[in-house]
C-alpha cells in the first residue's frame, strides 16, 4: 500500500472522560470518511485516523493500492498534473479534518493546527521538477519512482518514463506541503441576529491516565476497527 496523504492536528483542549473522547473520536472518524468518499475519485482505499489526549493531537493518513493509484495518475494523461489534482483533493480532505476535529471546541484559547503532507504525491511531482531544472535524468527520475510504487506496474512505468522524458525545462515549483490555522467560529458569529450562547464551561479531567483512539478501514467494503489504548 501507498500513503498518499497524511494530516497532522493539534488543538490545546482540556481532556474529555474516556467515553466522550472515544464518542468524539468515532465520529470525527465517520465524518471524515464520508468527505473522502465524497471527493476521493479512487476505487477503493485504506484510511487510518489516531486520536490522542494531552490536549488534542490526530494524526490520518490514507493508503492506496499501487495498481489502484498508478491507473488513476496515468488516466489524466499528465502524470505530473493527476499528482497534482490528487494532492489538491488530498488538502482540501485534510483541511474538512482538521476544521471538523476543531469544531466542537470554539471556546479554545488557540486556533488549530493543521499540516497537509502529499506523501508519494509529494516525492512523485519532486521527481518532474529535479528532470525540469537537470538536477536528474528521466532514467534516474524512474529509477526512484520504483522506489515509491515499487516493481508491479510495468505499465505505468514505461509511461511515467515517457512523461519524464518529455517534461519541459520549465516547471511549474513542486507540490508544498501545506500548514493551516483556521478560524473556528460558533453558530453565533454565523448569524449577527442571533443572541450569542455562554459557551458550556469544560471541567478539565484530572487522571494520571491518557488515552488514543485507533481508528481504521482497511477498504471501503471492509468493517471498521477501533481501539482505546492506554498511553
Not at 99 to 115: D, G, Y
Not at 177 to 184: G, L, Q, S
Not at 191 to 201: A, G, L, M, N, S
Request: proline letters at 7%; aromatic letters at 8%; a negative charge.
Amino acid at each position: 500500500m501507498i500513503n498518499i496523504g497524511t494530516t497532522d492536528f493539534y488543538l490545546d483542549v482540556p481532556s474529555l472522560p474516556v467515553e466522550e473522547f472515544e464518542s468524539y473520536s468515532s465520529k470525527l472518524f465517520d465524518d471524515w470518511e464520508a468527505y473522502v468518499g465524497d471527493v476521493i475519485k479512487l476505487p477503493d482505499y485504506y484510511l487510518a485516523l489516531d486520536v490522542q489526549e494531552g490536549s488534542i493531537s490526530a494524526k490520518s493518513k490514507i493508503l492506496v493500492g499501487a495498481a489502484s493509484i498508478c491507473t488513476f495518475l496515468a488516466s489524466y494523461g499528465s502524470i505530473s498534473s493527476g499528482a497534482k489534482n490528487l494532492y489538491s483533493d488530498i488538502q482540501a480532505v485534510g483541511n474538512f479534518l482538521g476544521v471538523t476535529a476543531a469544531a466542537p471546541f470554539p471556546e479554545a484559547n488557540s486556533k488549530p493546527k493543521i499540516r497537509n503532507r502529499g506523501e508519494a504525491l509529494t516525492k512523485l511531482q519532486s521527481l518532474f521538477v529535479r528532470v525540469a531544472n537537470g538536477s536528474l535524468t528521466p532514467d534516474e527520475a524512474t529509477i526512484l519512482a520504483r522506489n515509491i510504487f515499487g516493481e508491479d506496474v510495468p505499465d505505468f512505468m514505461q509511461q511515467l518514463q515517457e512523461s519524464l522524458e518529455n517534461t519541459p525545462s520549465q516547471l511549474s515549483l513542486p507540490i508544498e506541503d501545506t500548514e493551516m490555522e483556521p478560524n473556528i467560529t460558533s453558530s453565533s458569529d454565523k448569524d449577527p441576529d442571533r443572541k450569542p450562547v455562554t459557551p458550556k464551561e469544560r471541567i478539565p479531567v484530572i487522571r494520571p491516565d491518557q488515552y488514543r483512539v485507533e481508528i481504521w478501514r482497511e477498504s471501503k467494503r471492509s468493517e471498521r476497527n477501533i481501539r482505546v489504548r492506554k498511553i
